[in-house]
């Protein structure tokens, strides 16, 4: 199969070549297109899904178990209340138990060491769901969008407003990275991204040769300037709401507004959110509900490329 994507892992999107990336894309593209025109497809026949949740979801959850079932396979919810992960029994054993049941798992949780274990003693495809530390389906969704909306990758300015040290500023690093993306996070000095992963999207950089820039700052009207992408996510991710007023203080002046927007010089600049969004907070209604909002379409998208994932790395390809 192209690029062996089968049997391979998605815990973050740092050992995916940009090639492997691209053809994920255009499978993305395809099992969209292929949806679209009504065709049931058995693409996962006969294999079964575990999907593991501690953190609640709509989007993620309703794409996998969506995705697995058009394609012929049986997906099964796995919530903290059903099995012993972490509780009366440690990750290695729940991991080689669902390895003996399951063809592949999805993680949504905490802790990224929770995934890695899952991947490391299972014996089968882990795909990361969301962490604390990385979103990577979240990025194919994202990369997807922009492709359809301004028909490329390459050279685009990808403006993230808000806090810098997330798992969607992580994640969009990198995948910015790797695709020759010019990447710009906006964010105050307390909260820029983690100096460890920022010196590692630097030698991806170096290594791909993708044609990629990173910049960090805490000026958000220089960094929007000529931007094509506005990027923000919530103040406080999930477990931090107790830190949410401090936040709000401080990320204030990072809200995606109008006057932003403006401030690209852009007129058809892209507003992006992965959701849910906390409307008033880190975005404007006026923003989320105006044309520059491609809020749904990106929602839409995280389906095709979390089938696009599962299929390459376990489907009757």
């Known amino acids: 199969m192209a690029f062996n994507l089968r049997n391979r892992h998605l815990l973050t999107l740092k050992h995916h070549t940009p090639q492997e990336i691209e ?18 497809g058995k693409l996962l026949a006969g294999k079964n899904v575990a999907l593991i949740f501690e953190k609640p979801s709509t989007r993620t959850r309703c ?12 997906p099964e919810y796995l919530g903290t209340n059903d099995i012993q992960l972490g509780h009366k029994e440690d990750v290695k054993d729940t991991a080689r138990v669902l390895g003996r049941m399951f063809d592949g798992i999805e993680f949504r949780g905490y802790s990224q060491q929770t995934v890695e274990d899952l991947a490391k003693y299972s014996g089968v495809p882990v795909w990361n769901g969301l962490t604390d530390d990385y979103h990577p389906t979240q990025i194919l969704a994202d990369l997807l969008t922009v492709r359809e909306k301004l028909g490329r990758l390459k050279g685009v300015k990808f403006v993230f407003c808000g ?6 500023a992580n994640s969009l690093m990198i995948g910015c990275a790797k695709m020759g ?5 906006a964010a105050p000095t307390s909260l820029h991204t983690d100096p460890e992963i920022v010196k ?3 030698q991806i950089l170096e290594d791909t040769q993708s044609g990629g820039t990173i910049e960090i700052t805490d000026d958000v009207q220089k960094a929007v ?22 936040r709000k203080k401080i990320l204030q002046p990072y809200q995606v507004n109008m006057e932003l927007l403006k401030a690209t010089g852009n007129p058809n600049v892209l507003f992006l959110h992965c959701l849910p969004a906390v409307k008033g907070y880190e975005v404007t209604e006026e923003v989320f509900e105006s044309h520059h909002s491609k809020v ?9 490329t979390i089938k696009a994932t599962i299929v390459s790395s376990i489907g009757n390809l």
């Open 181 to 185: 993306l010019h990447f710009v996070v």
């Open 23 to 40: 053809y994920l894309l255009d499978l993305s593209r395809d099992l969209k297109n292929k949806k679209r025109d009504g065709i049931k």
């Open 200 to 202: 590692e999207c630097y």
């Open 163 to 168: 806090d810098g040290r997330n798992n969607m």
């Open 296 to 304: 749904f379409d990106q929602a839409e998208n995280r389906m095709p």
């Open 63 to 74: 794409a996998f178990t969506v995705a697995t079932i058009d394609e012929g396979g049986h």
């Open 225 to 246: 300037k000529d931007a094509d992408v506005i990027y923000t996510d919530v103040w406080a991710s999930m477990g931090e709401e107790d830190k949410l007023a401090e």
